[in-house]
């Protein structure tokens, strides 16, 4: 829970009341919890906050109350770092029973963005080259495997460590690149440019990105790490007959059948094994501060889950 916005160490495990379900909710009896980069914003009251005292957490699994049955949901209001948790129905699924608690988790919020981003905005086409930045992340890992399911002929990552490399080249991507590297638009622009472009980052990447674009490639934003606004002139899009799209996964959400559908998927690419998501850690209640930390210190890989009853 937090009781004031900040740093990490404004996350503190308290014993509160259960909560109450809202009209129509489900009551789930919380397995796991996920971690999410908005999580960082909201704790520190920059964006996407909730009103205090907040209790964060946008993702859990577990069994829901009346049926048991196994169930994965988005929660748009927080209160997923906690045993006890209330969903909108529209915003839950049920989880198959070949697909784990964990790899359920991992690829619901952030695989429905990689492949909502790929697919409904993106119009991925086969043979299509694809570049997803923060590759070795939550939502990168994700869209790098889908990106090949989906029939990419080039996949390209970029990530910042050498073991974030490794990991993103071990999941199919024919090149890696350094954020940091000056030659980054460059190097994404080899062997006729990018024709679409998943950026999670923004800033100086993003602008590699759209330096990068083939004609008729699209940029595609899901997110940023703050800093100034990027901005581009018509004129410029025109001339290299280019677009910048941004995607917002709750557009998903807002069609029960779309969400549904898209979950579906992902489950039965993660069913057949054509899709893994990788789980960087799992920690108990008391050490989400710290998971925080990690996450804000681009130390995680894939995503992170809070087991709450630990
Ligand atoms: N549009 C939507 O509906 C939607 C839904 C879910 C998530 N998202 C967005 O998707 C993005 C990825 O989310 P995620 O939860 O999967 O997180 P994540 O990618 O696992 O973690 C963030 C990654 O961003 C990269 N990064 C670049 N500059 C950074 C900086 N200054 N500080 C920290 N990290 C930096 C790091 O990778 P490198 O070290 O390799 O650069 C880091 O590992 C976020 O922007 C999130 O808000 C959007």
Redesign the pocket.
């Known amino acids: 829970m937090i009781r004031r916005y900040g740093g990490p160490e404004v996350l503190r495990a308290e014993t509160v009341p259960e909560p109450v379900a809202g009209p129509g909710q489900v009551v789930i009896d919380v397995t796991l919890a996920g971690?999410?980069?908005?999580?960082?914003?909201c704790r520190e009251g920059s964006y996407g906050c909730y009103p205090l005292p907040a209790v964060l957490g946008?993702d859990v699994v577990g069994r829901r109350r009346g049926d048991g049955r196994r169930v994965a949901a988005l929660l748009r209001s927080g209160g997923g770092y906690a045993e006890v948790a209330c969903a909108e129905p529209a915003f839950t699924v049920e989880v198959p029973d070949g697909v784990s608690d964990e790899q359920a988790l991992a690829l619901l919020?952030?695989g429905?963005?990689a492949y909502?981003?790929l697919t409904l905005l993106g119009r991925i086409r086969p043979g299509e080259r694809v570049a997803v930045?923060?590759?070795?992340?939550?939502?990168?890992?994700?869209a790098v495997q889908l990106a090949r399911e989906l029939g990419a002929g080039r996949v390209l990552g970029?990530?910042?460590?050498e073991a974030?490399r490794d990991f993103v080249r071990s999941l199919g991507a024919d090149a890696v690149f350094d954020?940091a590297d000056p030659r980054l638009a460059e190097l994404l622009g080899e062997a006729g440019g990018v024709d679409l472009f998943v950026d999670?980052?923004?800033?100086g990447?993003l602008r590699s990105g759209l330096a990068a674009l083939a004609p008729f490639g699209r940029l595609l934003?899901?997110?940023?790490?703050?800093?100034p606004e990027e901005s581009f002139s018509v004129a410029e899009l025109a001339e290299g007959s280019v677009g910048v799209l941004?995607?917002?996964?709750?557009?998903?959400l807002d069609d029960r059948a779309l969400f549904a559908d898209v979950a579906a998927r992902l489950f039965g690419l993660a069913e057949r094994r054509r899709l893994v998501a990788r789980i960087?850690r799992v920690v108990p209640l008391a050490e989400v501060a710290a998971a925080h930390r990690a996450?804000?210190?681009?130390?995680?890989?894939?995503?992170?889950l809070v087991d709450v009853r630990a």
């Open positions: 971690l999410n980069y908005a999580d960082l914003h946008a919020e952030q429905a963005t909502g981003a930045t923060a590759a070795a992340g939550g939502v990168g890992h994700l970029v990530a910042s460590t974030k954020p999670s980052v923004g800033g990447v934003s899901v997110g940023a790490r703050g800093g941004g995607f917002w996964l709750q557009h998903v960087d996450m804000g210190a681009r130390e995680t890989m894939g995503k992170v």
